[in-house]
């Protein structure tokens, strides 16, 4: 666990985390908790145990791809203390083959869903750190910005051409806010995770008709022969915030078990 900001042990600071409810949102926000910071997180549903049954977190239900509701977790955050963090999480991971568009068959859908997942994956981390950035302006005090990227801003993988661009987009975002915002004592960087073990993976897991295989067939990506876990990425994102990373900013750190380190893939049998 990183050490508690040093800010933080005069008066309670706040962060606001997008994409909370389970996942790596949850493992981010949990460890935030436990550094000390008030936490404040967004999702577009109530997370399964309710708002009532975590203490560590004030929670908004909203859609990020709405600015509004980027704004309204900034004053929510204010309420508690000084707005010093924020992490933008919330996202959505969806396949575009891009010569579907010609298909009139299936258009439609597919141009929906590239949109969904740019408004979400990437406006929605433009009004994000729209909202942080004038969180920390108004008190002067700096802050920092953790966003989650992906291994797929890097690395590409068939049929993710939009989820793709947003996520090499985020790594741009976030070099260009420590860029301009440095002078102001903001950081930002970004988290680039591999293969993470989310609720949505073990139900992928348990539907295969054959799990045995399929979770091994996803444990041999990385060198480290297994998935990462939500509570690691919180780690790190928990360090990024800290003043133990005062010196690092622009950077998108990837987690991912020495994924992109490797040259080539073990082929996987699903």
Known sequence: MSRPPSHMTDEPHSVVVTG??????????????????????????????STDDVPWCTFLTGDTRDRAVHREAAAAAAELGPLQG???????????????????????????????????????????????????????SGGAIVNISSIHGRLSWTDHAAYEVTKGGVDALTRSVAVTYGP????ANAIAPGRIRTEAIDRWITEAADPISRQR??????????MGTPAEIGAVAAFLLSDAASYVTGQSIAVDGGWTSQFGSPPLHT
């Open 20 to 49: 909370c409810g389970q996942g790596i949102g949850r493992g981010i926000a949990t460890a935030l908790a436990s550094d000390g910071w008030q936490v404040v997180g967004v999702d577009v549903v109530v997370p399964p145990d």
């Open 86 to 140: 924020w992490v933008n999480n919330a996202g959505v991971t969806r396949q575009t083959p891009l010569h579907a568009l010609a298909d009139p068959a299936c258009e439609a859908e597919i141009e929906q869903t590239v949109r969904d997942v740019i408004d979400i994956n990437a406006l929605g981390y433009i009004w994000g750190c729209s909202a942080a950035l004038e969180g920390f302006l108004a008190h002067g």
């Open 184 to 187: 102001q004592g903001i950081r």
């Open 217 to 226: 067939d996803l444990d041999a990506g990385p060198p480290q022969g297994r």
